[in-house]
């Protein structure tokens, strides 16, 4: 199966498991002295953090920068994304399952053997290859579902899971780590190489700007010297050799012949402004490409942050939940990513010199 087979038999498995949790998450957030679990804290959290995984998911907008999409950074980028996706994924799915058997009928010690079940058979098999590490191994693994199994409550189940959930999270700020190199990687490889495809156009550009201003230069000095500058024709055959042929040295020039140069010079202007005008629709598609990468850039940077702060928040509130703690709220996640993506447009025509 590929991994767009495998995110549309995910995602619905995800909408059906979020309309559950917002039907049974509208009890009391309170624990009762029976120490029973009140799922609902949790579950908002998770249906938030569900939430941020999808957005993650999205795929970042590339019209300029098709080309390049094939370079091995921007490869490397897409590689460290899936792991990301993968991630995030099984933090939800986990999530939800732990919501579901909280919500269950079940008996304590039937959520228990669930519960080891699925950290056995569905969470081992898809950790990330960083949690099998000298921080904690397979057999920290092993040791953790055996704990689980022992617990006579669900409740002490799921702190006995803490310390996986501390690994997974662990692991994940790897990721996240390695995906920003990545994407600091890639962004530079990039730039590279727009301003390489870009250079022999933008030193015509500039080649015809200083032919500008030496025009621009030339028509000042003629006005300069009707005003009775001495040294201006001077300077004039110094920047503009064919002025030379026109207002020879040694002789006052008459009025017929200044006029005759500025209409020379004046024509110059013209032409290098028309050469000027047919290189504008491809020094805007350097520009445009430039405003992309910079609000890619942007956009995975804003993405990992936030990414990182909701695997933050969820290990935190798992952790809230095994000990019989009321489970505070995700802050306003979506609120942030809104803020920080309809932002990144701007700042990158901000960033990028020349926009």
């Known amino acids: 199966m590929t991994p767009a087979n495998q995110d549309c038999r995910v995602r619905p ?44 998911q999205r795929p970042a907008p590339w019209v300029y920068l098709k080309k390049y999409s094939d370079r091995p950074e921007v490869l490397a980028v897409g590689t460290e994304h899936l792991a990301l996706r993968a991630l995030l994924r099984g933090v939800a799915l986990y999530s939800l399952e732990v919501v579901a058997l909280g919500e269950s009928r079940l008996s304590e010690q039937a959520k228990v053997r669930e519960l080891a079940s699925y950290l056995q058979e569905s969470v081992r098999p898809n950790l990330p290859a960083d949690a099998g590490t000298e921080v904690f191994g397979w057999a920290d693994f092993d040791e953790v579902i055996g704990d689980v199994k022992k617990r006579e409550t669900f409740i002490d189940a799921i702190g006995a899971a803490q310390p996986l959930v501390a690994a997974v999270q662990t692991a994940g700020l790897r990721i996240f780590d390695r995906f920003d190199e990545r994407v600091s990687e890639a962004e530079k490889a990039v730039s590279t190489e727009i301003e390489g495809d870009f250079a022999p156009l933008k030193r015509t550009i500039k080649e015809l700007e200083d032919l500008q201003l030496r025009s621009i230069d030339g028509v000042t000095l003629i006005y300069q010297h009707r005003l009775g500058a001495p040294q201006a024709l001077d300077e004039l055959r110094r920047i503009y050799p064919p002025a030379a042929e026109q207002l020879p040295p040694g002789k006052e020039p008459t009025s017929r012949q200044l006029e005759a140069a500025e209409l020379v010079l004046v024509a110059e202007l013209d032409r290098i402004q028309r050469l000027k005008d047919q290189l504008i629709p491809e020094f805007n598609i350097y520009k445009e490409s430039q405003r992309e ?54 700042a990158a025509a901000k960033a990028v010199p020349g926009i």
């Open 13 to 56: 498995v995800l909408t059906a498991a979020l309309l559950a949790l917002a039907i049974t998450a509208t009890g009391c957030s309170l624990f009762s002295s029976s120490r029973r679990l009140d799922m609902r804290p949790f579950g908002e959290n998770t249906v938030q953090m569900v939430g941020e995984m999808q957005k993650f």
């Open 293 to 346: 990468l910079e609000g890619l850039r942007i956009l995975n940077e804003e993405r990992a942050r936030l990414g990182r702060a909701t695997l933050t928040f969820w290990a935190r509130s798992h952790k809230n939940l095994g000990m019989g703690v009321v489970v505070p709220p995700i802050i306003d996640m979506a609120g942030l990513l809104r803020t920080a993506t309809g932002s990144a447009v701007g």
